[in-house]
């Protein structure tokens, strides 16, 4: 199993719909959870964390369960900038003080005029 | 904003050939990471430092990679010789990894082409 997995869509959605992702996590000592947005051809930017309670920023609201092991992204009226590959991201630590990010493959997201 | 910067962006050269990729990461993280990202695999950690010290590297080929940080200021991935399954996009990643774990800040990466 994969230590982070995500549906690869692609998600094709009208300007304006609500989107929605989902992510799984298979360790459960994973401490630290991120959402990472990928545009063609560019790096992978942070978009947002995700912390236990939730949280919101603008039109992206992000969720964590963590007895389920599962991350969600929820985003509002979207707009064609959101077109983009969305990275699921989980951090731990592991032996001898490291600590490393492990990500998802990505859901691709098209939104269309 | 500071960025990771990352050189050259661009690489094409052919097989059995020697390829070096600088980094140089944000002034104040101290770690730094390097990926390898295909469309197959999609991104994979290669090697990783932390205050300049190499912590693990097991996702990288060591017979032909190689992975230095000779200061604060620059880390280097070195293949040699090339072949052209490497041909991939490499990105390096800086931040901070104190307690609670920080994210990663990404360079631009180095398209490679091994031909």
């Known amino acids: 199993r994969k230590e982070v997995e995500q549906d690869p869509g692609p998600f094709n959605v009208p300007e304006g719909a609500t989107v929605a992702f989902n992510c799984t996590y298979s360790?459960?000592?994973?401490?630290?959870f991120f959402w990472y947005r990928q545009d063609c051809r560019k790096e992978p930017k942070l978009l947002m964390s995700?912390?236990?309670s939730g949280n919101e920023d603008g039109r992206f609201t992000a969720q964590l369960n963590r007895a389920s092991q599962y991350i969600s992204l929820l985003i509002r009226d979207s707009k064609l900038s959101d077109s983009a590959t969305y990275l699921c991201v989980v951090g731990r630590y592991s032996g001898a003080g490291s600590y490393q990010l492990t990500f998802g493959k990505g859901t691709k997201l098209s939104v269309i005029p | 904003d500071a960025r990771v910067t990352q050189t050259p962006r661009h690489k094409v050269t052919e097989m059995g050939q020697e390829v070096t990729m600088r980094c140089q990461p944000i002034?104040?993280?101290?770690?730094v990471f390097w990926y390898r990202q295909t469309m197959m695999q999609g991104l994979e950690l290669l090697a990783y430092?932390?205050?300049?010290?190499?912590?693990?590297d097991s996702g990288m080929p060591k017979d032909r990679f190689s992975a230095e940080m000779p200061d604060a200021t620059l880390a280097t991935l070195k293949i040699q010789p090339s072949e052209p399954r490497d041909s991939a996009v490499y990105f390096c990643?800086?931040?901070?990894?104190?307690?609670?774990?920080?994210?990663?800040?990404f360079g631009d990466g180095t398209r490679l082409s091994i031909l």
């Open positions: 002034l104040g993280h101290n770690t």
């Open positions: 360790n459960s000592a994973s401490q630290s």
């Open positions: 995700v912390y236990s």
């Open positions: 430092f932390r205050n300049r010290a190499p912590l693990d």
């Open positions: 990643a800086s931040g901070w990894t104190g307690q609670g774990g920080q994210p990663q800040h």
